[in-house]
């Protein structure tokens, strides 16, 4: 049961790495059709270490995304917590502001 609690613990971390790290697609933004190849002519071992490369980095994500949510908003410091909404505000306003003038100008038009 400890292993089942563990990985419930890091579902979502698990959902957005598996088309990062354990599948593969041939097409740009396409559907993706394979397995990650470390081991070309290998497919168990290779099975193995990506299931588990994959495994490790999504728990790594989970810890880190623990870390950031404690610092970025912190239980029992209100002016910090304060501090940092309004940071956060400013800097959702200032990347805003650069897509509206990018926008309004020729650099995404010559995209």
Avoid at 22 to 50: E, R
Avoid at 89 to 101: A, H, I, K, N, S
């Amino acid at each position: 049961m400890r292993l089942y609690g563990w990985l419930g613990c890091v579902t979502l971390e698990t959902y957005l790495c598996q088309f990062h790290i354990w599948l593969h697609s041939d097409i740009a933004d396409g559907q993706p059709k394979y397995l990650l190849s470390l081991l070309p002519g290998l497919p168990m071992l290779n099975f193995a270490l990506v299931t588990g490369l994959y495994v490790f980095v999504s728990n790594r994500l989970f810890h880190l995304t623990n870390e950031l949510k404690d610092k970025i908003l912190p239980h029992d410091d209100n002016r910090c917590l304060a501090r940092n909404i309004i940071q956060m505000l400013l800097l959702g306003l200032f990347v805003y502001c650069v897509g509206w003038v990018m926008e309004r100008t020729v650099v995404l038009q010559m995209v």
